[in-house]
């Protein structure tokens, strides 16, 4: 983890973000996926990729329209245009996945397609920074880009190729 708090440290645009989404105030809230993995496979590559969009998880079971998500998706997309915001309260996406409801952000991580997506970080309100991890960061930070099997290998093997990961990261490992 602290490998992963220093990198983040050092990247002035993701500490700004991180400033921002604590900001929000939402309930058990991370930026997640390739805000911080990608972060990790440019660190090992000695390369620098823009950030292409931004991942604002949180779990918040209360509100039950799950307006929530897009209202703020909005207005982190209007106030903010430099980066493509897409925030989710995991609270309800199970709904649309068919697995039972999720306890917590970490937990609704677990399903995600790649082990290695499955992390975010939270600024906390002393400065420092939170990160959890579904699966731990070994395989993140040896390279590798893991099959999750609560998911189907299909959908895996359709981001691994659509989001050209290999091509941007000659260095990572698919693991199946």
């Not at 925030?87 to 999720?102: L, R």
């Not at 609704?108 to 959890?132: F, Q, R």
């Not at 893991?146 to 895996?156: G, L, T, Y």
């Amino acid at each position: 983890m602290n490998r992963l708090v220093e990198l983040i440290k050092q990247d002035e645009v993701r500490m700004s973000v991180l400033t921002l989404v604590h900001s929000l105030d939402l309930k058990d809230c991370y930026v997640s996926a390739g805000f911080l993995r990608n972060l990790v496979w440019d660190s090992l590559h000695s390369t620098h990729t823009p950030l292409n969009d931004i991942d604002v998880v949180f779990f918040d079971a209360s509100d039950s329209l799950n307006t929530l998500a897009r209202i703020i998706s909005e207005q982190l997309n209007t106030n903010c245009p430099d980066h493509h915001w897409d925030v989710k309260n995991q609270a309800f996406m199970h709904e649309g996945n068919g697995d039972s409801p999720y306890q917590d952000t970490l937990d609704a991580m677990c399903y995600w397609p790649e082990k290695e997506t499955a992390i975010g970080a939270a600024l906390n309100s002393d400065g420092s920074i939170s990160v959890i991890s579904a699966f731990g960061l070994n395989g993140l930070f040896e390279g590798k880009i893991s099959f999750n099997d609560k998911r189907s290998k299909d959908v895996f093997l359709n981001r691994v190729s659509e989001k050209k990961w290999l091509q941007t990261w000659p260095k990572l490992k698919v693991v199946c």
